[in-house]
């Protein structure tokens, strides 16, 4: 199965501040990787799909690149609702087995 | 409006089953996938299980953690999908949600969640 690592655990930044997280899986996962927003007390909510591609509603400060083993999530510039917890995510194709790195967490300095 | 509303979840003691459902609106309940994930109490995510779309067969799949013990149907009439959870261990409590899994894109991103139902597992 695909193991997907993310660094770093914590990230301290302040508002207005330039954040890359990084997502990195044991095996190819060629374009097929995800990337959510998790905050305390709420579900959390689809930010990138196929790598690069922002949801719907997802503001565009939020990009995602990389391709195969290595995955990056930018935010350009940090607002105070930014600062979360975020998940990088990815499928097996067959048997179908999701897997979801352990998060790195975005926190003020 | 999208809304997938989970239910279901409580205290349960280990040993014992429980169903949790996930009712759905604002969604062609057709064109998804269903797939739930769970959340340990300040812990990350953990995919639990998932079905596919009726035209795929509606084939599952579950993580190892809870295969034999864990089934997941869907009934599209309804357009309410299930979590049958059988001999609870205290390792299962945590939130648990239901996700809407679009077909049309690979079948591997969660677009759509619900809030998320508590299930408690402790005598």
């Known amino acids: 199965d695909t193991v997907l690592t993310q660094s770093p655990t914590t990230l301290s930044l302040s508002p207005g501040e330039r954040a890359t997280l990084s997502c990195r899986a044991s095996?190819?996962?060629?374009?097929?990787l995800a990337w959510y927003q998790q905050k305390p007390g709420q579900a959390p909510r689809l930010l990138i799909y196929d790598t690069s591609n922002r949801a719907a509603g997802v503001p565009a400060r939020f990009s995602g690149s990389g391709s195969g083993t290595d995955f990056t999530l930018t935010i350009s510039s940090l607002e105070p609702e930014d600062f979360a917890v975020y998940y990088c995510?990815?499928?097996?194709?067959?048997?179908?087995?999701?897997?979801f790195g352990p998060g790195t967490k975005v926190d003020i300095k | 409006e999208v809304q997938l509303v989970e239910s279901g979840g409580g205290l349960i003691q280990p040993g014992r089953s429980l169903t949790l459902s996930c009712t759905t609106s604002g969604i062609t309940f057709g064109d998804y996938a269903v797939s739930w994930v769970r959340q340990a109490p300040g812990k990350g995510l953990e995919w639990v299980g998932f079905?596919?779309?009726?035209?795929?067969?509606?084939?599952?799949g579950y993580a190892t953690s809870v295969k034999g013990r864990f089934t997941i149907s869907r009934d599209d009439s309804n357009r309410i999908a299930y979590l049958q959870m059988k001999s609870l261990k205290a390792e299962d409590t945590g939130v648990y949600y239901c996700?809407?899994?679009?077909?049309?894109?690979?079948?591997?991103?969660?677009?759509?969640w619900g809030k998320g139902t508590t299930v408690t597992v402790s005598s």
């Open positions: 996700t809407g899994v679009p077909t049309s894109s690979g079948e591997y991103y969660m677009d759509v």
């Open positions: 995510q990815q499928r097996n194709n067959w048997p179908p087995i999701f897997t």
């Open positions: 079905i596919r779309v009726k035209a795929y067969g509606g084939t599952t």
């Open positions: 095996q190819s996962v060629y374009n097929y």
